[in-house]
Nanobody, 121 residues
Framework: QVQLVESGGGLVQAGGSLRLSCAAS????????MGWFRQAPGKEREFVAT????????YYADSVKGRFTISRDNAKNTVYLQMNSLKPEDTAVYYC??????????????WGQGTQVTVSS
């Protein structure tokens, strides 16, 4: 089992930036693809971005492509989400999770507790 703890959320104005971090402990971090997901009030949780075990391959939701960047540091057991040009519709609780394949976000598991991101207009 992998334990995940997100951090870095906060309140930011539209057009601003935030960097989220997710620290992993437990089983070997580099054995897993990692991903970020989000859930806005009244909506279901949705896929944001995933990254392969090595970090060489990434996959993004169309809504964040070109604005968000996922990365990982296997030496630090941490995955990041750099969010630029934030929009009010990006407001949500952001979760990280792990999975077997970065191309299969629907199979991700071991969710963290989430970190709130609020973008004001």
């Amino acid at each position: 089992q992998v334990q995940l703890v997100e951090s870095g959320g906060g309140l930011v104005q539209a057009g601003g930036s935030l960097r989220l971090s997710c620290a992993a402990s437990g089983r070997t971090f580099s054995n897993y693809a990692m991903g970020w997901f989000r859930q806005a009030p009244g909506k279901e949780r949705e896929f944001v971005a995933t990254i392969s075990r090595s970090g060489f391959s990434t996959y993004y939701a169309d809504s964040v492509k070109g604005r968000f960047t996922i990365s990982r540091d296997n030496a630090k057991n941490t995955v990041y989400l750099q969010m630029n040009s934030l929009k009010p519709e990006d407001t949500a609780v952001y979760y990280c999770a792990c999975g077997e394949s970065f191309t299969a976000p629907g199979s991700f598991h071991s969710w963290g507790q989430g970190t709130q991101v609020t973008v004001s207009s």
